[in-house]
């Protein structure tokens, strides 16, 4: 049976969705997209110009992807609303990332004005993945507003840090009863299968994939990465231990009277 991943209705084989804000040309969106297998992409709707197909990060995009246009910008749940209202205006479906910041530091969501925008967005039929600071209660709450997805920050956007909350990450991945898509901060596809393995299912990732040197080898690799963490959890890991355990017998092997006859 197809190990597959079902949100809005929609069934994907790949588990990694690809961020576009970071590319330094929407050319090379395609490249990535045919060479990691991405089924997902989310860009933020400022970006999407219908004048100008050059300019149109659109026009860069397959058709056979889904379309997640996400809230960047908004700074409270008001604007979120907006925003996603007028993706939809556009033709962009009604997949939504919500991302409600306010923090012009650390770029941390706020998780309060998150949920507002999930509960208001879900009642009006979008597939809402809100990206949230990862808070049981409140992936609870969102889970409750209709959120599809949960969608916690593995590191501040943008640092390549990796799994630096992986903690609090495995807490959601037990205790949600929705997918868990570990956003923001990876930097390595090592991280991903991280994820992957932990029982995410699936992650995003922009920055390290756009700011690589070869942007479309590093798309490929994370797919493979993605892949192979997921077939990791699939198997069953073996327990951590703290003490040695040998993979060969330690007695048995050579009587003692053998021991005797060598020495």
Not at 55 to 60: A, F, G, P, Q, S
Not at 178 to 193: F, K, M
Not at 207 to 227: E, H, K, L, N, Q
Request: glycine letters at 10%; hydrophobic letters at 45%; aromatic letters at 4%.
């Amino acid at each position: 049976m197809p190990d597959t991943l079902k949100i809005g209705g929609r069934e994907l084989t790949s588990r990694l969705f690809l961020g576009t804000g970071k590319f330094a040309g929407n050319k090379l969106i395609s490249g990535v997209v045919n060479a990691s297998g991405v089924q997902v992409i989310t860009v933020a709707v400022r970006r999407v110009d219908t004048s100008f197909a050059e300019e149109n990060i659109l026009t860069y995009i397959p058709e056979d992807c889904i379309l997640m246009p996400n809230t960047s910008g908004a700074r409270n749940a008001k604007e979120a609303v907006r925003i996603a209202r007028l993706a939809r205006a556009a033709g962009c479906g009604n997949w939504i990332k919500i991302e409600v910041i306010s923090d012009n530091r650390y770029l941390l969501p706020d998780n309060h004005e998150t949920i507002k925008a999930t509960e208001m967005l879900s009642a009006e039929g979008f597939i809402v993945l809100p990206y949230m600071s990862p808070d049981l209660m409140d992936a609870r709450r969102l889970a409750d507003a209709g959120a599809a997805a949960v969608m916690p920050l593995g590191a501040p956007i943008g640092t390549n840090r990796g799994l630096r909350t992986g903690e609090l990450i495995r807490i959601l991945i037990e205790e949600i009863p929705l997918p868990i898509i570990v956003d923001a901060g990876i930097g390595r596809p090592s991280e991903a299968a991280e994820a992957m393995e932990m029982g995410a299912a699936a992650v995003l990732v922009n920055t390290a994939i756009a700011t690589a040197d070869d942007p479309v080898a590093m798309g490929r690799a994370f797919g493979m990465a993605v892949a192979a963490g997921r077939m990791a959890y699939l198997s069953g890991p073996g327990a951590v231990q703290q003490c040695a355990s040998a993979s060969s017998p330690l007695t048995g092997f050579l009587s003692q009277e053998g021991c005797n006859e060598l020495s």
